[in-house]
């Protein structure tokens, strides 16, 4: 005997089947829940247990819209659902005064749901025009910002602006994704996040990873006035970084090139009378011949209490460098682990042209591929993206490409290491980025090598005056659950935008789907 299918539940008659449920003795828990619970249970809304999560907007939105209404009359708001409140503004008159309606238990026959926010991670950057100081949005939320100006692309004029006090808003842990562009760029989003692409704005989830170019912000030009960093010591950071022995007890610098070893030694004595720059060669490497010590010229000492002999003992103080090292979390640090300084973020513009000048004149290169070609290679990655959006700052977008190197050392016994490591290569062979880094960057060498190996014309005339490039899209692949957050920026259409990891994204804080019950 043939079987016959069961009629397909429409949601007409799941929504008739809960309505019976509810109103019987036997039904589920008896009683009516409430709308948090409603939405969120198995037994209800979330049916077959698909993962219906509330944001944290969405439940304060709905306790106040369902407060006093059948199974909501004992509902309560927590202290961070009060705060969040007021942070975006509707405890005012002009917002609905939603709180003090709230507490007179008014009934609305609205009902407003903000299904599918679309956020990005907290590990996603976002620089902040005012001090040029670059954060992650998990950064700024546990420092207590709730606010941050941003840098939109405005579709209309075509040119990128400043919009003020851009509200900053936790949307709960959430399921993420990273894209990878060609140029390296990287971001974590919520799979229904809106990106700039070349037919318009276009989700991740229906990005066509052969045929869509996501777009990025040519330049990110904030600055800041932080005196944290002297221009000197940002050269030697930069220097120290590069080609510096940070990780033993002494202080080594592996330098060949004349120009560069005498920079780095004035810079040395100006920032200190108690260091002295010297050759010693401490090992049988290659590089023997140009290795330099920097020590004190005079130890100083300082009392510590021995544990193992139970006394006050004597060691000797570090040195100025090594206390320059300290301060920035490069001493102790192998290649691998080395990166930009913190404090550099919102330092002024030359502070961190010294800092790059120095780094790209030891670990730079330029080559006549393309006629013409700037690289630069670090074995961390971090290391690779922060100089990536230092670069941006000043309008230079830089290409980030992975290369397997095969090398070796010999040590001092005679003995040969092979290595092989991965190493991140930031690359722009565009004239016009070239010019603008020898122009506001510059390299410590004399730059007749680069005249000679390509033909720089004085001035460069765009082709292309907006300020965005398009980039073609690498891969996309699963993150796993981390806090997302939203950034409102305008109710403008043409301002819903926002710069973050140096990609152009959406602002979906303005997007709400109404109903009328």
């Not at 907290?122 to 670059?134: N, R």
């Not at 560069?260 to 720059?277: C, E, G, Q």
């Not at 050759?279 to 920097?294: F, H």
């Amino acid at each position: 005997m043939p079987r016959t299918k069961k009629p397909q539940k429409t949601v007409k008659d799941l929504i008739q089947k809960m309505k019976t449920e509810l109103s019987s003795k036997d039904g589920v828990g008896g009683s009516i829940p409430d709308i948090v619970s409603f939405c969120e249970k198995e037994e209800y809304l979330n049916l077959g247990g698909q993962g219906i999560t509330l944001y944290p907007m969405q439940k304060l939105i709905l306790k106040i819209f369902y407060r006093g209404s059948a199974g909501n009359e004992n509902i309560v708001l927590t202290e961070e659902e009060i705060q969040m409140c007021k942070d975006i503004g509707c405890n005012t008159e002009e917002r609905g005064d939603l709180l003090t309606k709230f507490e007179e238990k008014e009934i609305f026959r609205q009902l407003i749901l903000i299904w599918g926010r679309r956020c990005v991670s907290e590990d996603a950057t976002i620089v902040d025009p005012s001090t040029g100081y670059q954060w992650t949005f998990g950064e700024l939320w546990d420092n207590g910002r709730r606010k941050i100006d941003s840098w939109t692309y405005n579709e209309n004029s075509q040119k990128m602006e400043i919009v003020p006090d851009a509200d900053i808003i936790y949307q709960g842990k959430r399921q993420v994704y990273k894209l990878t562009t060609n140029s390296g760029h990287e971001i974590e989003c919520t799979n229904n996040h809106p990106f700039l692409t070349q037919r318009g704005w276009v989700n991740l989830e229906d990005l066509d990873a052969k045929k869509d170019k996501v777009t990025i912000c040519e330049s990110i030009p904030f600055f800041g006035t932080s005196d944290a960093i002297s221009e000197d010591e940002a050269a030697i950071l930069g220097y120290m970084t590069a080609d510096g022995n940070c990780s033993q007890s002494s202080t080594f610098f592996t330098c060949a090139n004349k120009e560069i070893l005498k920079d780095f030694t004035k810079r040395i004595a100006n920032i200190s009378d108690n260091l002295k720059v010297f050759k010693d060669p401490w090992t049988g490497a290659r590089s023997a011949d140009c290795q330099y010590k920097i020590t004190s010229k005079e130890k100083q000492y300082k009392k510590y209490f021995c544990e193992s002999r139970q006394k006050i003992a004597c060691c000797p103080k570090e040195s100025d460098l090594q206390a320059l090292l300290s301060k920035h979390e490069l001493r102790g640090k192998t290649c691998h682990y080395k990166c930009v300084p913190d404090a550099l973020w919102d330092c002024p513009k030359n502070i961190i042209a010294a800092y790059l000048r120095a780094l790209f004149s030891c670990d730079g290169c330029l080559l006549k591929r393309n006629k013409g070609t700037f690289e630069f290679s670090s074995v961390n990655k971090e290391q690779s993206v922060k100089v990536q959006s230092l670069l941006v700052k000043f309008g230079i977008v830089a290409q980030l490409r992975t290369k397997n190197v095969n090398s070796y050392i010999t040590d001092e016994k005679g003995t040969k290491r092979e290595y092989h490591i991965k190493s991140y290569v930031l690359h722009f062979s565009s004239k016009k980025y070239i010019n603008t880094f020898l122009k506001e960057i510059g390299l410590t060498v004399k730059q007749e090598q680069v005249k000679r190996t390509i033909k720089l014309k004085k001035t460069v005339i765009a082709k292309d005056t907006q300020p965005i490039v398009f980039s073609k899209i690498r891969n996309i692949e699963k993150v796993g659950i981390k806090r997302t957050f939203d950034l409102s920026v305008s109710h403008k259409k043409s301002l819903q935008n926002f710069t973050t990891q140096g990609l152009i994204t959406h602002n979906s804080g303005k997007d709400f789907l109404c109903g009328i019950i």
